[in-house]
C-alpha cells in the first residue's frame, strides 16, 4: 500500500518502475532475470551481460529480458539440448578456439572468420 500524496489517502498501487528490456528494447515494469553460467568467460559472446555474484563468491552472466524474450531464450536452449552434437571431420590441420573449445576449419572457412572479426572492429 502506498500513500497516494494528491489525494491524501491510501492506495493498493504500486510504484511504476520501467525497465528496458536488454534483448528486445521493449519498456515496461515486467522483468525477468536470466542468470547463466559456465565456468568459461561469456564475454566472447559479445551479448551485454551484467555480472553478479552470489554470497558464497560464484560469479554469473545475467540479462533482464521481458517474458516473450524469456520464453525466446528457454526454446534456444530446449533446441540445444536436444540438438545430436556435430562432429567436425574437415581434418585441415587449421585450428581455431571458438566458446573455449578447439575446432578444424577448412582455409575458406578461417578466411570468412578472419574477415568477419576485422570488419566487427
Ligand atoms: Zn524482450
Known amino acids: 500500500m ?3 500524496s494528491n489525494a491524501q489517502s491510501y492506495t493498493n498501487e504500486r510504484p511504476t518502475m520501467t525497465e528496458i528490456c536488454q534483448k528486445c528494447g521493449e519498456e ?7 542468470y547463466m553460467g559456465c565456468f568459461y568467460d561469456m564475454a566472447e559472446m559479445g551479448l551485454p551481460f ?15 529480458v521481458c517474458k516473450a524474450c524469456r520464453e ?10 536436444e540438438t545430436p552434437k556435430i562432429e567436425n571431420n574437415c581434418d585441415s590441420g587449421i585450428y581455431i578456439r ?22 566487427d572492429k
Open 2 to 4: 502506498r500513500r497516494d
Open 28 to 34: 515496461d515494469e515486467d522483468r525477468r532475470t536470466m
Open 50 to 64: 551484467r555480472i553478479m555474484s552470489d554470497e558464497a563468491g560464484n560469479h554469473f552472466c545475467t540479462l533482464r
Open 72 to 81: 525466446d531464450w528457454m526454446i534456444a536452449i530446449k533446441e540445444w539440448f
Open 98 to 119: 571458438e566458446f573455449g573449445k578447439l575446432l578444424q576449419v577448412t582455409a575458406e572457412e578461417f578466411e570468412i572468420r578472419r574477415k568477419k572479426k576485422e570488419d
